[in-house]
């Protein structure tokens, strides 16, 4: 069936193109040499979602599997296309076993389906086993990609306990694996590891990286056991996802609009407003430091002080409801044995006046129009990439780190209603994340 491109609503005319090009079936007897993965690198605000959306509807036939930060986006993309074009897994019930028996159902049917990122290890699984095979992945943002595991498994302990006694094994390349051995004794082995610990190795998602930490990634089947792979992002050079790409030597293209990225740079110059918090402007807001800080600090005082007097003076005419605010989540909620509790202040918001009414997100935000409102943002964050996960990306170097910075604040940010083109004042405490973004605004295309 030959298609004709849907004119798009509330997405950009060339990015639509780009998506409409990039999913087209490809007869591998025609043409071997596209690469498997295609980064669509377009600014923030374009509608890549709604691009997305506009595509699934004209072209009904494309079988996909839609890859989601939020059950938010995911009800978002079932209930914005006709019923029975995609589905989504529910939550588990009376009624419905759980979300990983139900994915496996749902491709038995045949049908496009859609996830969040916490059913990764499941999806790697079916992956691995062909499930696949007939889907194109399209991931809408790819946030965490690789990150270390935190964890009290020693890994000399490890090493002693579980693989020298044959239940796993470490790869050349570091990827642990279940041996045969491993397989046969699983149940045994979830009263000892954590069991999802042992799903994400079954989905090929851990790394030993040969000193002392295990390092967790997304699932590297669902580049190499589907019919192809997209992701939806911007400034992807700055993304753990690539650097990951170029450590396995996956082939990878990049899609970028130069007309795109002129008017982006536009809209930012034309209306973001950076500013500081003078009183705050010598603490360090690393996520090291800012987690590391007594609750009877100056700097905890500090910082209390300081958002107090930026509500009642700077913001005192500003609705709390549009201010969004990042800094490390156990300084900002009451942290009570490695859990939140999200009704009771942190260190950093008590007495701030701002705990009751503002918008609190993680620093690692994107993906999301819900505060597509808020016209004031604080960014209390030096954005820093753990070091192991630079080494072991082979990626320890000053071109990276700033890229890596430039590209979580500017996702960050465009949470606002800068997405709309409509003026956002930002408050950074931080001098170098104010130089990373006004070299980026100042620096030609």
Known sequence: MDYQPLEPRGADQELYH????????????????????????????????????????????????????TLSESDRIVSSLPEGRIYAPKEQGPNYSSKGVQLEQLIHQGVSIVITHSLYDKAGQIAIDGGFGSYQVIIDEVPNTVSVIQSSLDAVSFKEFYVDTGYFSIEKDGLVLATSEGAKEEMRLKNALDETLIKKIKSRMIYYDGKKNFIEVIPAALFTHTKKLIVLTFLSEGSLFLRFLLKCGIEYEVLRSINANKKFKQIATKNLSIKTIQAVNDIGFGHAKQTNYPIKSKEVKTIRTALKNLKQRTLINVALEKVIITCAKKNWYKNIKGSYDLNRPGIFSTDSRMFKGANWIPNTTRGTNNYSHCSHAIYLYDQNVNPILLNWLNANNDQFKTDFALTEMIQWIWRTRIRNGKPVNVYMPSSKMRKIIDDWAKEPL
């Open 18 to 69: 780009s998506l409409w090009e990039v999913t087209k079936e490809i007869n591998p007897l025609e043409d071997n040499s596209i690469p498997l993965v295609t980064i669509v690198d377009y600014p923030c605000g374009l509608g890549k979602t709604n691009a997305l959306l506009s595509l699934l509807k004209e072209k009904s036939e494309l079988k996909v599997l839609v890859v989601v930060q």
